[in-house]
């Protein structure tokens, strides 16, 4: 059974960087036809899908983040990461990471979350 | 951007059926499928329904999607307790590439 494991730190001060890294485990972060997503939720904004990534390296990303967020896999690590640079309040929120698959086109497996708030 | 709007609340007594709504605001969606993800009390969201009517493996036949025009939707029969929980529609935005844009969300409550 596919597991994604989400962590890193839970409070980052404003205008620092957010990491967090997904460990996969019980499948092969390499196989074709799955991206790797990383998908946010908070109060003000809802699910907010930040971006995805496939085992080259081939990334999308949302429009409204892609400035300030890079997305790196590690397949000999068999996980992924999230960068959210310039952070302020409104970047606190549960991050999710998922498996994108492009044989549905949807998340069907997902993390559990990891709460990040942005506070000094 | 595209906005799925869905209402915010909806409810139902164990055994109803209960229909969710989900209004398309743009004609930028980049393909004619819309999705739907469950979401119980502090879990992570759980997919329902993918390419408008389908249902993934272990889902139920109480639930069943549906799509028409810029509106779709998630009806819910033999309403349960279990049930209870928010329910979220999606699409991709623009092209297959995304966004991969969220609604607003509605809470099923079970009475």
């Known amino acids: 059974q596919l597991q994604l494991q989400e962590s890193g730190p839970g409070l980052v001060k404003p205008s620092e960087t957010l990491s967090l890294t997904c460990a996969v485990s019980g499948g092969f972060i390499g196989s074709s036809s799955y991206y790797w997503a990383w998908i946010r939720q908070s109060p003000g904004r809802g699910l907010e899908w930040i971006g995805s990534i496939y085992y080259s390296g081939s990334t999308f990303y949302n429009p409204s983040l892609k400035s300030r967020v890079t997305i790196l896999v590690d397949t000999s690590k068999n996980q992924f990461s999230l960068k959210l640079r310039s952070v302020i309040a409104a970047d606190t929120a549960v991050y999710f990471c998922?498996?994108?698959?492009?044989?549905?086109?949807?998340?069907?497996?997902w993390g559990q979350g990891t709460l990040a708030t942005v506070s000094s | 951007q595209s906005v799925l709007t869905q209402p915010p609340s909806a409810s139902g007594t164990p055994g109803q059926s209960v229909t969710i709504s989900c209004s398309v605001s743009s004609s930028n969606i980049g393909s004619d499928y819309v999705y739907w993800y469950q979401q119980l009390p502090g879990t992570a969201p759980k997919l329902l329904i993918f390419r408008n009517d389908q249902r993934p493996s272990g889902v139920p036949d109480r639930f069943s999607g549906s799509k028409s025009g810029t509106s779709a939707s998630l009806a819910i029969s033999g309403l349960r307790s279990e049930d209870e929980a928010d329910y979220y529609c999606?699409?991709?935005?623009?092209?297959?590439?995304?966004?991969?844009?969220f609604g607003t969300g509605t809470k099923i409550t079970v009475l």
């Open positions: 998922a498996r994108d698959t492009r044989i549905l086109y949807a998340f069907d497996y």
């Open positions: 999606a699409a991709w935005d623009d092209s297959l590439s995304g966004p991969y844009v």
